[in-house]
């Protein structure tokens, strides 16, 4: 499923000295350094952090997680929802979320 793809990058990317670094990992695509990420700061974490490319997830489904995972409604995720969605197990977001594939 491309959630559970885009969660095995991230974590991927996040790991350091054997546990996970979700802050440092937050931080390096904070490039605002505002303490979210706003839609293009995901839009590159997604694509050039972690390397998804727009065959693997279209961008319309990368507007349509970053909807469901801003718990808040800002329209930007907090380290505390980037965090959750990276710490939820598969197919905990998969149910609530139509992406097309």
């Not at 440092?24 to 303490?35: H, R």
């Not at 700061?41 to 995972?69: H, M, Q, T, W, Y």
């Amino acid at each position: 499923m491309l959630l559970s793809k885009i969660r095995k990058r991230f974590r991927a990317a996040s790991k350091a000295k054997r546990r996970q670094n979700w802050d440092a990992i937050f931080a390096k695509y904070d490039t605002s350094a505002d303490g979210t990420l706003d839609p293009n700061e995901f839009f590159l974490a997604v694509r050039n952090g972690v390397n998804i490319r727009p065959r693997d997830i279209s961008d319309r489904d990368i507007e349509v997680l970053i909807k469901a995972l801003d718990l808040d409604g800002d329209r930007r995720l907090s380290l505390i929802e980037f965090a959750a969605f990276l710490a939820e197990e598969d197919g905990d977001y998969e149910h609530d979320i139509d992406l097309k594939r």
